[in-house]
């Protein structure tokens, strides 16, 4: 088994691609040991020190390092942990279920009703236009609110945390939402 790795824009953060699914379906994140429960191989990530944070793709895996360690002790010891794990056959998730969006995030969506045209129109920019590349980056972004011309996002692996993320949210994807939608003032992360 080959496990490729990619660095992202966050320096605390590398993508490993096993060149298999991960998760199917949606995204999963793991912001420290005590919510790994669920799945054996974050629990396994978390056993190694300097981990800080696990996310889940659709096909990668994101870690996050604490700021005490660096990538070249870290590095060998989590691609061992994923390919033990994938070698073994193992499920990703204890109850043996996907994951979808609704479970998730548990984080509720909030907007007026008079917005739901916009709205809808914000999430369908966001899901085609923002995620891709967000995703191709290590991380995810989720739509989860708009008031008074705010849009509020989540930010999740290797973009949470990320030094260029304010730069992205500004110049990226603000401006790319103000372009498409003109009742779009400035998009803040939650």
């Known amino acids: 088994m080959f496990i490729q790795t990619e660095i992202t824009p966050n320096p605390a953060t590398l993508k490993f691609l096993p060149g298999r699914t991960v998760l199917g379906k949606g995204t999963m994140e793991f912001t420290s040991a005590s919510t790994t429960a669920r799945s054996p191989l974050a629990v396994k990530l978390f056993a190694v020190h300097g981990v800080a944070g696990v996310f ?4 990668f895996i994101t870690v996050t390092k604490d700021e005490g360690s660096d990538w070249q002790h870290l590095k060998p010891a989590i691609l061992g942990v994923i ?10 998730l204890a109850d043996g279920e996907g994951c979808s969006e609704a479970n998730a995030d548990s984080d ?7 917005d739901a ?4 129109l914000i999430k369908d920019l966001i899901e085609t236009r923002v995620r ?11 739509f989860r609110g708009f008031r008074d011309g705010i849009v509020y996002v989540n930010m ?14 500004r110049n ?6 103000k372009h498409f939608v003109p009742e779009v003032v400035e ?4």
């Open 108 to 114: 509720v969506e909030f907007f007026d009703e008079a």
């Open 132 to 142: 891709p590349g967000v995703a191709d980056d290590g991380g995810d972004i989720t």
């Open 172 to 177: 990226g994807i603000q401006n790319l939402l």
């Open 56 to 59: 889940y793709g659709s096909d």
């Open 83 to 92: 390919m033990e794990h994938y070698m073994a056959g193992a499920p990703l």
């Open 156 to 169: 999740k692996g290797a973009c949470s945390g990320c030094p260029s993320s304010t730069v992205t949210l």
């Open 117 to 120: 045209e916009t709205v809808t």
């Open 187 to 190: 998009v803040r992360p939650v």
